[in-house]
């Protein structure tokens, strides 16, 4: 009887095995390699576009204003762009349309501050030592209405932004890894503060630092990490065919990645690669890696 029960036991579990594969074939992971590390002068890479071939990339709060182009396989900086003018309060997201650049001095860690803005530029001048008179988009949250910084679970914070057409897709940096809430707004220049409501949410458990679309296969990746233990988780969601606020979560793929670092920057560097950028403070350090699907 025991040898029945347990060739019984067996086959069953044969059985559901095979519907469960048949019902969740597993997608093949991406292929994960370090690309470069990074320089001293680099050490918070928190935006990452990359235009005609080159990488751009810039630091988080306490570095100048300044872009830098960096050798894709040495990682040394190539060349310096400073934008006058503007200042560098919380620099976290760098973005580019077939014109412009934008960059989004909006990271909000306490959900305190009161002048959150995008810097727009021409990319016609990005390789020179300055831009003279970057432009700034000024916006505020319509459903924020505690400025006291006690709310540590807030939703509230900017890390991630892409251009999709003539429009800037902002997504929150959730700490209650719950749901990213998406703005949109146009890049015209405005006299008047922008007063935003969320146009889209989607489900994300963990925080989202980074994002970038593809305009030529409609795919969007946002990174971001588990921030509950050092040194940090860092994952990849792929939406495909994204248009906002239109959207199927049935087309949405998580991948955790299989480094530890505070990954905070993110951009395709061609259909089918990701360059990942990671800061100073977690494991993996000052680096950038691809991640091929």
Sequence with gaps: MKRLFFCCCISVAVIFVGCVDDKYTPLPLPEVSLAFALPED???????????????????????????????????????????????????EAAFSTEYGYVGDYGNNKAMRTDLKI?????????RETIDAPQEIFFKFADQIDF?????????????????????????????HTVINVY??????????????????????????????????????????HDWRFPFDPF???IDDYRAPNWSAERMTHYALPF???AEAVTWEDERTLLVGTEAGGAAGEKVYRVAF
Excluded: Q
């Design 42 to 92: 680099i050490n918070e890479c928190s935006g990452a576009e990359m235009l005609h071939g080159e990488l751009w990339v810039h630091n988080d709060s306490g570095d100048d204003p300044v872009l830098y182009n960096v050798d894709l396989i040495t990682g040394e900086i190539e060349h310096r762009t400073h934008l006058a003018g503007v200042g560098n309060v919380d620099w976290e």
């Design 119 to 127: 810097i727009k530029f021409p990319l016609s001048e990005l390789h």
């Design 148 to 176: 006291s910084g006690t709310d540590t679970l807030h939703n509230f914070d900017i890390e991630a932004m892409v251009t999709v057409g003539e429009d800037l897709h902002l997504f929150t940096k959730d700490r209650s």
């Design 184 to 225: 949109r707004l146009t890049t015209e220049i405005t006299d008047f503060e922008r007063s935003l409501l969320p146009d889209a949410t989607i489900p994300a458990d963990g925080m989202i630092t980074a994002a970038d679309y593809d305009e030529a296969t409609g795919r969007l990746a946002l990174l971001g990490y």
């Design 236 to 238: 990849v969601y792929i």
């Design 260 to 262: 530890s670092g505070k």
